[in-house]
Every structure is written in structure tokens, then in C-alpha cells.
């Protein structure tokens, strides 16, 4: 992390539009009517170019936090610093108040890799009472607990970084910032040091050549992990031996420098650029990467615990598979979907997910025959999940005398739920880890207990769960749930029907997720807040075609902070997804299950063309992101004239609309459609009917001339 100093706020944020959202905003919570629905942010506000461009520029392309790059493979995130559906402080302190007024605000917007926002979550630790709601972004005087990029002081004067890639705190509030932005996850740190080795390369081979434009490289502005390289250069000019001991060897060649002969090109160099040691170092500070590592005892809201890595051997039907799942959403909430024929080892991947988190005693508490998950190859099985945050990777063995695992962490909440998700009838009260995931292991552990749940509930707890059900049931974003006569019954223009009356679909999907919520409530202050990792086999099973397409979107908004990983065989869940969260998984001849590489892009998979068809009454299967830069695009084409920043947009716009194949591929198509869209865009605009008329004319005469000019080429 390194200090960041903010720049103006672009003009769009004081835009009319922009201030009747903070105006609606500010109407939606002071109302008390609006306990069952939940509270949309206009995301297209930090998405619109002028705002993403100028946190693109501010940070320099890279996580405010962790300083990586971000671009298609880490996806950038706006992350808002104070988080606006209610913050969680140390010790699992709750308001949920705060900070809602800041959703809009450029002072509150920091660009960010998804994973250290969604590590981050809805942490926001101060020291003494948080600020009265409403108070003007400059006017905040709170102290805060965690490192502010944006802040005044210096984040090297907080944190310390060794040649292994791993950061140390050298204060408090450093040691908060590492916890809550998981900035000690293992690939992170890998990359830090592979990064540092490669500077330490540069510097050796070019160091009697230009070593000052090495420097000028290696530390300007746009660098990825400035301050770990600033802590390294200042170490070499503190101590010119040092250097010589950590990289001796370069391409096999032996570097024999004596230590005057680098001082004298060195440090000249360095002072030049003015860089020291950060003042407040502790006096060994040289050999802090060595010391012991203290741990850091965590509150259980401190840390976020996220899945990074699975690795499975000689479960049931997989020999062997590795999965990755860094790469994670740029809305800070995180997917992995899972696509493969039956039988290919879905299933059983997500039971060696379940059964590592929760620990052997849950499989024991299952009653699981260890021999039954050993592959018929194989002796034992074994599993490693890495998980964000932790520096050890927890490791599942299983053989024949039982279940075995090194894991002490028993912070981490699990849930799964197998293809089969039928409705209990028992009343079960209870809710234990077992029963979080037993339903993944046996179709006849019926989901139970949710009616006497709901209706036994509190009134806050209960209005959540019909907020969220608002969200992802198909329809239900009109009425509104009531509890009478024991019953839990959908209102909606009159007519009232009980959750028993309900279609199969309906029943089964609610069951589930009410059990969800039941255990996110019992542990979390709200859903917008609440942490886990949820597993669900066969996601698409019991809807129908629309609901399949917004499941996910919809998941996504109701749980914005809960880690997924399903599976499906059904294209039609994939809408919603993001490239790198989906996988196919395929098995060899040789039964090794492997992921298929360099998948296409499935943001603009066809579908579309399949499911139009009028039966299953879909009116658009664009993708929301893609429906609105449609719109956009219709909109600028309409305008006569652009200015130089629209024409920019316009040219962007069509980059993506076109590389999502939304247009054919040959020209001449393309040029074709282009005429379209601007006469489509001037019928939306209500032209007169004799502009459209000659303009259908001119359409039509620019069409014709491509085609005779294809003509005339053929
Ligand atoms: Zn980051």
C-alpha cells in the first residue's frame, strides 16, 4: 500500500442525474416503510467512464490496497472505503447505519482488486464512536483503525515487507489493514516475491550499465508493490552488502562486486532520488523477514475466509483435479460455477470442498464411510483447500481407519445442498455444522424446519429474509410477506397465498434458502454483511427457464458477501456469470478429471438465439452490463453531433459491444448494422416521421451500396 493523494472529483458526480440518486437515496432511509425491501445502489454511477476512468487514473491501475495490477485477469472493483450497508467494528460491534451516505461520494471511492474487497467486506473498525449519520465526508473526523491509502500519513510507517513477499505490521493499525484486507493470501505474496527477485535480476545484470533508469523503472508511479520496492532499494542503500548477499547469482553467472564498487554507483543513485528509510523502521528492521513470525490471535469478524485453492486426490470419481478460484468478481462478491457432463465428478467436488471445511468430526457427525469416498485407484484420498487469509492450507486424508485433518480454525461457516433438495416435514431447531451440509451427502436429509423458524423469528430478522426472497423469487419484488395465523402468506394486489400452496419449485428454492439465512442470521447482524461459503449442487434444478437466468444476479445482490460454488449442466444459469468464474470440468480416458482451458468468453455466449423463441416468453437475454452499454451506444449514435470525449465513449462502446459478437464478424455485416442501429436509435428518439422516413431512404441506398460493393469484390 502507498499513499495515494486524491484529485479533483469528476464533474458527473455533481451531476443532475447523480444528485437525484443521493436524493432518493437519502428519501429510501428515512422512510420506516421500507423494512422489507432492500435498498438498490445505482452501480452505473461508479461505472460510468468519466468516474471508472478517473479511478483508473487516480490509483494508476492498481488496487488501492495490495497495489496489484488490475485488468482481465483481476478485475477492477470499486470498493468503497467506509462501506455503505452497515459497518462491522472490532469485537463484532454493529451499525447499521453507516454509511450509506457515502455510496456517491469520489472521497469514499477507492479502485480495488475484488479480492481485497470482498476480504474486506463490511469491516470498518474505529477507535470510539463512529461519526453522526449524514456528516459531510470532510467534515469526518472518526479515527479510524485501518490504513487509509488516501489518508494523510505514510503506509510504510505501518507496514513491513520481507523478501519472502509476506508483509508484517509495525503497528496496530497495520496489523488490523493485513487482517482485514487478507493482504498475507498466499498468491499474493507469491507474486510479491517473484516481482522483488525480478528487480533484484534487473538490477544485477544492468547495474554497471544504467542502473538510474533501472531505478526510474522499477519505482515509477505505475508499478505494481511500490512499497515493498521502496523498502527494498532503501535497504540496499542502507546496507550495499546486503544486496550482493540476497542475489548473487544471476543466469548461472557468479556476481563478485565488492561492496565499495557498489556503493559507489549506489548510493549516489539513491540519494539522488531522495529515498530513506521510512523514519518510524524499528532498529532491526534489516532482519524482520527472518524474525519469528508473531501470530495474530483474530477476532472471528476480523478475518474474512475465502476458498483460493482446492486440490483433490482419490476422491471418489476424481484421480486428481486442481482448481483455482482468485480470480473473483468485479463486484466484490465471488462465484465459481462448475459446467460438466454427469457423473464427471461435480458432486464429489463440492462434498471434498464441504467435508475439508467443516473437519472430520462433521464427517463422523454424517456418519460417512471413509471407504466409500476413496477412488476404487486409490489407498487414500486426500484434499488441501487454501483459503484466504490463512498461511496454512487445512488438509483433509482420508483411508480406511477414518477421517484425519490438520485444521484448528473452527471459525468458517459451511453450507450444501445436493441436487435434491426436498422439504422436511420433522421440526428441527437445532443447527449444527452436520446439518449445514448434510443435505450434499444424503437427497432424504430433508431441509427442515423452516416454517416454524420463520414464524417463530424476530421481526427485524424476518423482514431480512422476505427482503432477500423479494430479491430472487421471480415476481416477488411487488408483494409483500405477512405472518398470520400461524402461517408465513405472500401478499401481493389482494390476493394472499401460504408458502404450503406454492408450486414444488418455489417451495423447494425457498426452503433452501431460508435455511441459509437461518444460519447467516444466527451468527451475522445482517445479510449484507454476512460471511460463508455456500455450496449447491445442480443450481438450476427446479425453475423454470427465466428464473434460471437471474438466479445467479439475483443470489449475487441477496448475499453480496457469501462465497458460491455450484454446479449446473444447464446454459441457461451461466447468465450472470463472469469469464473467470466459470470452469469446465472433463474427464480423460484415463479418468483423470481435468478444467478445460481457454474457455470463450461467456459474457457473450449465444444463447439467446436458442431461447428466444416465444414459449419461454423471454423479452431480453442480454446481459444487464451489455443491455446498458446497448443503450448507451443507441443513445450517442442518435446525437448529431459528438464531442471528442462522447466520440471516444461511442468508439469504446462499440470495442465492446462487437468483441461480444453482439455484431457479426465480417465488415461488411458490421457496417450494415451500424446504419441500422442509428436509425433504430433515431425511431427511439421520436423523430419526426419525415426525418425517419428519408432516413429509412438513406438506410437503405448505404446498405445496398455494401452489399454491391461486395459484389463488385467477389
Ligand atoms: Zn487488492
Request: glycine share 6%.
Amino acid at each position: 500500500m502507498i499513499r495515494v493523494i486524491r484529485g479533483s472529483e469528476p464533474e458527473y458526480l455533481s451531476s443532475k442525474y447523480v444528485r437525484s440518486v443521493k436524493e432518493s437515496a437519502k428519501k429510501f432511509h428515512s422512510s420506516s416503510r421500507n423494512s422489507q425491501i432492500r435498498w438498490k445502489v445505482d452501480t452505473t454511477v461508479f461505472r460510468y467512464f468519466e468516474v471508472f476512468d478517473g479511478l483508473q487514473r487516480q490509483f494508476n491501475g492498481k488496487c488501492a490496497y495490495c497495489e496489484s495490477f488490475l485488468g482481465i485477469n483481476s478485475p477492477a472493483t470499486v470498493d468503497h472505503f467506509r462501506p455503505i450497508r452497515g459497518s462491522l467494528g472490532l469485537n463484532g460491534d454493529f451499525s447499521s447505519e453507516h454509511y450509506w451516505w457515502y455510496a456517491y461520494e469520489w472521497k469514499n471511492l477507492y479502485l480495488s482488486c475484488a479480492l481485497c474487497s470482498q476480504t474486506k467486506g463490511n469491516r470498518f473498525p474505529v477507535d470510539g464512536s463512529r461519526c453522526r449519520p449524514s456528516t459531510p465526508i470532510d467534515k469526518n473526523s472518526e479515527s479510524i483503525l485501518i490504513i487509509d491509502p488516501c489518508g494523510e500519513g505514510n503506509p510504510g510507517d505501518h507496514l513491513m515487507f520481507g523478501e519472502d513477499g509476506r508483509v508484517q505490521s509495525l503497528s496496530r493499525e497495520g496489523e488490523l489493514t493485513i487482517e482485514i484486507f487478507g493482504l498475507n493470501r498466499i498468491a499474493l505474496c507469491d507474486q510479491r516475491s517473484h516481482e522483488l527477485k525480478r528487480f533484484y535480476e534487473n538490477a544485477v545484470l544492468h547495474f554497471s550499465i544504467d542502473f538510474e533508469s533501472v531505478l526510474k523503472n522499477a519505482l515509477g508511479n505505475g508499478n505494481s508493490y511500490l512499497q515493498m520496492k521502496y523498502q527494498a532499494y532503501a535497504k540496499w542503500m542502507s546496507d550495499p552488502n546486503y544486496y550482493l548477499k540476497r542475489v548473487p547469482i544471476v543466469n548461472g553467472t557468479k556476481f563478485d562486486l565488492r561492496a565499495e564498487e557498489l556503493r559507489k554507483v549506489f548510493v549516489p543513485t539513491l540519494r539522488k532520488y531522495d529515498w530513506k528509510p521510512t523514519p518510524s523502521l524499528p532498529r532491526n528492521w534489516l532482519n524482520i523477514s527472518e524474525r519469528e513470525d508473531k501470530t495474530v490471535e483474530a477476532q472471528p469478524l476480523e478475518v474474512a475466509r475465502f476458498v483460493e485453492r482446492i486440490e483433490i486426490r482419490g476422491f471418489k470419481s476424481i484421480k486428481e483435479l486442481n482448481i483455482n478460484f482468485s480470480g473473483s468478481n468485479a463486484d466484490g462478491s465471488s462465484w465459481k460455477i462448475f459446467l460438466g457432463e454427469n457423473g464427471v465428478g461435480k458432486t464429489s467436488l463440492l462434498q471434498a470442498l464441504a467435508l475439508t471445511l467443516s473437519g472430520p468430526n462433521v464427517a463422523t457427525d454424517l456418519a460417512l464411510n471413509p471407504k466409500s469416498l476413496i477412488n476404487e485407484n486409490s489407498k487414500n484420498a486426500s484434499v488441501r483447500v487454501y483459503l484466504s487469509g490463512d498461511k496454512i492450507p487445512i488438509d483433509l486424508d482420508i483411508n480406511s481407519q477414518g477421517f484425519f485433518s490438520n485444521s484448528t480454525f473452527s471459525g468458517l461457516e459451511v453450507y450444501g445442498y445436493g441436487a435434491v433438495r426436498l422439504l422436511g416435514v420433522e421440526n428441527s431447531s437445532s443447527d449444527t455444522r452436520a446439518q449445514r451440509i448434510a443435505n450434499l451427502f444424503y437427497a432424504t436429509k430433508y431441509i427442515s424446519g423452516i416454517s416454524d423458524w420463520l414464524l417463530g423469528v424476530d421481526e427485524s430478522k424476518f423482514n431480512q429474509v422476505v427482503r432477500a426472497l423479494r430479491d430472487i423469487l421471480p415476481n416477488a419484488s411487488t408483494g409483500l410477506f405477512v405472518r398470520k395465523m400461524k402461517r408465513v402468506i405472500y401478499v401481493d394486489r389482494g390476493a394472499e397465498i401460504s408458502l404450503e400452496n406454492l408450486s414444488d419449485g418455489y417451495q423447494t428454492t425457498i426452503a433452501m434458502l431460508v435455511h441459509l439465512m437461518r444460519g447467516l442470521l444466527d451468527r451475522w447482524p445482517t445479510l449484507d454483511v454476512a460471511e460463508g461459503i455456500v455450496l449447491i449442487d445442480e443450481i438450476g434444478v427446479h425453475m423454470h427457464p427465466q428464473w434460471k437466468m437471474r438466479i445467479v444476479s439475483n443470489l449475487r445482490e441477496a448475499f453480496p458477501r457469501v462465497q458460491f460454488v455450484v454446479t449446473t449442466h444447464d446454459p441457461l444459469c451461466l447468465r450472470g456469470i463472469k469469464n473467470n468464474e466459470v470452469e469446465v470440468i472433463e474427464r480423460r480416458e484415463d479418468g483423470y478429471v481435468w478444467r478445460r482451458p481457454n474457455l470463450p468468453d461467456i459474457e457473450s455466449l449465444r444463447i439467446d438465439q436458442i431461447l428466444m423463441s416465444e414459449h419461454f416468453g423471454l423479452s431480453s437475454t442480454l446481459e444487464p452490463t451489455m443491455e446498458a452499454a446497448m443503450k448507451e451506444y443507441q443513445l450517442l449514435m442518435s446525437k448529431r453531433t459528438l464531442s471528442q470525449d462522447e466520440q471516444a465513449s461511442l468508439n469504446q462502446l462499440r470495442e465492446k459491444i462487437n468483441s461480444a459478437s453482439l455484431f457479426s464478424r465480417s465488415r461488411r455485416e458490421r457496417l450494415a448494422m451500424q446504419f441500422i442501429d442509428e436509425y433504430l436509435a433515431a425511431e427511439s428518439l421520436n423523430h419526426k416521421e419525415q426525418d425517419l422516413s428519408n432516413m429509412r431512404e438513406i438506410t437503405k441506398k448505404k446498405i445496398a451500396d455494401i452489399i454491391g460493393a461486395k459484389r463488385e469484390k467477389s
